[in-house]
């Protein structure tokens, strides 16, 4: 399947701007009332500047008289600075079975620690097999168990939960709202990524 990349539509400019009246706004941020396309483009070209529709929705079309390629280049520009105060939350998922011997048992909770001082979430993931799944219930208190374990050093984000023959829980690491800026700082743009262990 030949899956194309989605273009960012660029605002239209001087004639490619449809409507036959515009309302104009000139370099200075002054408003210089309705008038026809024609005449704001030839008024734009007299100063060496562009017109460019910034409000397509609005009746008649916001226009600005401005240079082109730098407000191509500002919003790009802004796109790349939002961009980079983003804030990638990793998920680390740890698997086991619900028969789980008490040495490995152990290992899990120590990684799971580990992660979530390194203020990584963590989903704990476990995995039944055939009709093990009548024993959904020891699935339930193995991963309220380990949530117990590591509440010094998190929370639960939800309840365990089931899907098929998989039961989860994921724990976000403890007062990650304090850190970097406070509560608005967690809740801005949040991308997650999976990795499994």
Do not use: W
């Not at 460019?52 to 609005?58: D, L, Q, T």
């Not at 105060?85 to 028969?99: D, G, T, Y």
């Not at 039961?167 to 800026?181: A, C, E, W």
């Amino acid at each position: 399947m030949d899956i194309k990349r989605k273009r960012e539509r660029k605002p239209p400019m001087n004639y490619r701007i449809k409507a036959n009246n515009v309302l104009v706004i000139d370099n200075n941020k002054k408003n210089l009332g309705i008038m026809p396309r024609d005449e704001a483009i030839k008024l734009a070209k007299q100063q060496g500047l562009d017109l460019v529709a910034v409000n397509k929705e609005h009746i008649p079309p916001v226009c600005k008289i401005l240079d082109y390629g730098k407000y191509l280049y500002m919003e790009h520009k802004q796109k790349r600075t939002a961009k980079k105060k983003q804030r990638i939350i990793q998920v680390k998922e740890l698997k086991f079975r619900p028969e789980i011997e008490e040495h490995d048992y152990n290992v899990k909770i120590k990684h799971a620690r580990e992660f979530l001082m390194d203020k990584k979430k963590v989903k704990l993931t476990v995995k039944f097999r055939g009709r093990e799944i009548i024993y959904a219930n020891k699935g339930f208190e193995l991963l309220n168990q380990m949530a117990k374990e590591l509440r010094d050093v998190s929370e639960c984000e939800k309840k365990p939960v089931r899907t098929g023959k998989i039961i989860s829980l994921i724990l976000t690491p403890k007062n990650t709202i304090n850190q970097r800026g406070g509560g608005g700082a967690e809740n801005k743009n949040k991308e997650s990524r999976a990795e499994k262990i």
